[in-house]
């Protein structure tokens, strides 16, 4: 059982590059998501996808872009890249459901942009 | 606006002793969730105890335990014969009914003195 497969686990870009995190889940969640952690910051959320073809900003959308075109998949990618960027970036998902409702974590990706 | 504060930031225990990490939030929902996550070094985020807001009971899970005050807007986690794999990073975590989106907290640092 695979869960929440996020890739890659660590990335070094340039400032202005651009890049694509991955992440794919195997529960059939409608609910996906992205977080990234600073120190002293919690995690907050980026963008969110509550179904394929469904998407909505969080707390701290700006240079960042989602699309969700199947259940299973839900990439995050950075358009331009910026030194404020570097964090560490959780994918995660939800089956919604009231009754066992509880978010499922990949295993982040630490990204440094120069 | 949602917020949840965890104001410790440090937190040291001896082993075998007892810790609670305190967490407050707020909300103007009346069906929420709240949740304690930790991290270790290994970077994986581990739900450690999930509450429902309309359960009066406090949950348990082996040696954590949660004490709920939903009048005080207030949910600690206490964690009972501390061992040194509890070392880790803990997030406090608020979750609305319906709505997807999760709020974590700034994190607790707790470390676990030989």
């Known amino acids: 059982n695979a869960g929440v497969t996020q890739t890659p686990k660590f990335q070094v870009l340039k400032t202005g590059q651009s890049m694509t995190l991955q992440c794919a889940q195997d529960?059939?969640?409608?609910?996906m998501s992205w977080y990234r952690q600073d120190p002293g910051m919690g995690l907050r959320l980026i963008h969110y996808?509550?179904?394929?073809?469904?998407?909505d900003q969080g707390e701290v959308p700006n240079g960042y872009n989602v699309s969700r075109s199947t259940t299973e998949d839900f990439p995050l990618r950075l358009l331009s890249a910026a030194p404020s960027q570097t964090s560490v970036y959780f994918c995660?998902?939800?089956?919604?459901?009231?009754?066992?409702?509880?978010?499922?974590f990949g295993s982040g990706t630490q990204l440094s942009v120069l | 606006a949602q917020t949840v504060t965890q104001s410790q930031p440090e937190m040291s225990v001896q082993e075998a002793e007892t810790v609670t990490l305190s967490c407050t939030y707020d909300t103007s929902e009346s069906d929420y969730y709240l949740f304690w996550y930790k991290q270790p070094p290994s970077r994986q985020m581990i739900l450690v105890i999930r509450q429902e807001a309309y359960k009066q009971q406090n949950a348990t899970e082996n040696r954590f335990s949660v004490n709920f005050q939903k009048a005080a807007k207030s949910f600690s986690l206490k964690i009972s014969d501390s061992q040194l794999g509890d070392a880790a990073m803990y997030f406090c975590?608020?979750?609305?009914?319906?709505?997807?989106?999760?709020?974590f907290g700034t994190g607790t640092r707790l470390k676990v003195l030989a």
């Open positions: 995660a998902s939800s089956s919604g459901s009231a009754a066992n409702e509880k978010l499922f």
């Open positions: 996808s509550v179904g394929a073809g469904i998407t």
């Open positions: 529960m059939n969640h409608e609910y």
């Open positions: 975590a608020l979750s609305t009914s319906g709505t997807y989106k999760y709020i």
